[in-house]
């Protein structure tokens, strides 16, 4: 089987921090980039960060600029959002995708458009006093 399991979600105070986890099996992370995407009620969907497949290149949200920080260990098979000075506005399931294009959207800024072939199923944050 081929999956992204994202973990690390939960119910944080405004100014928390949490740090997310997306472990991938069946298949190998590196071949990959990967993106953080988030969706709250009635909103859509939007991209957070992405990194490219070695973690030579990365973007963010507007939103999420300083605050958020994406990285990877391969060895691992595993991707990360740390994430700080959480705001009420944050509350929203996550989701982790990969893309094959490895680098190419990412070094272009257009990750959060590109073609992803697998998603987790999502971790929620919520940013609650």
């Known amino acids: 089987q081929l999956q992204l399991v994202e973990s690390g979600g939960g119910l944080v105070q405004p100014g928390g921090s949490l740090r997310l986890s997306c472990a991938a099996s069946?298949?190998?992370?590196?071949?990959?980039?990967i993106g953080w995407f988030r969706q709250a009620p009635g909103k859509e969907r939007e991209g957070v960060s992405c990194i490219s497949s070695t973690g030579g290149s990365t973007n963010y949200a507007d939103s999420v600029k300083g605050r958020f920080t994406i990285s990877r260990d391969n060895a691992k098979n595993t991707v990360y959002l740390q994430m700080e000075d959480l705001k009420p506005e944050d509350t929203a399931v996550y989701y982790c995708?990969?893309?094959?294009?490895?680098?190419?959207?990412?070094?272009?800024?257009?990750?959060?458009?590109?073609?992803?072939?697998?998603w987790g199923q999502g971790t929620q944050v919520t940013v609650s006093s």
């Open positions: 995708a990969a893309d094959p294009s490895r680098w190419r959207t990412v070094l272009a800024g257009t990750c959060f458009k590109s073609q992803h072939d697998y």
């Open positions: 069946g298949f190998t992370l590196e071949n990959y980039a």
